[in-house]
């Protein structure tokens, strides 16, 4: 089981930017593929973008391709989401998760989840 911490959410302006991380609690973590999840209020969690163990692999969502970046640094056991041109509809709590094997887009195969941090948009 991998304990992930994640940080960085609060409230944005529409446009406006803002970049969570997402630390991570074991010694392996280069070999887990990762990915960010968001759920809003009253909707299912829905895929954000995920990334494999080494970085070379990258899946996004329709509705952030273009607006957000996921990166890691398995040095610092850390997973990273850039987020650009915020809108109000990005408005969620935010969730790492973590998964033994490749990337995916199904949060069936993810087996370790964070607590969440809530990112909030206004207009």
């Known amino acids: 089981q991998v304990q992930l911490v994640e940080s960085g959410g609060g409230l944005v302006q529409a446009g406006g930017s803002l970049r969570l991380s997402c630390a991570a609690s074991v010694r392996t973590f280069s070999t887990y593929a990762m990915g960010w999840f968001r759920q809003a209020p009253g909707k299912e969690r829905e895929f954000v973008a995920s990334?494999?163990?080494?970085?070379?692999?990258?899946y996004y969502s329709h509705f952030v391709k273009g607006r957000f970046t996921i990166s890691r640094e398995n040095a610092k056991n850390t997973l990273y989401l850039q987020m650009n041109d915020l809108k109000p509809e990005d408005t969620a709590v935010y969730y790492c998760?973590?998964?033994?094997?490749?990337?995916?887009?199904?949060?069936?195969?993810?087996?370790?989840w964070g607590q969440g941090t809530q990112v909030t948009v206004s207009s």
């Open positions: 998760a973590a998964r033994s094997g490749r990337a995916t887009s199904d949060k069936a195969d993810f087996g370790s």
């Open positions: 990334i494999n163990s080494i970085s070379t692999i990258t």
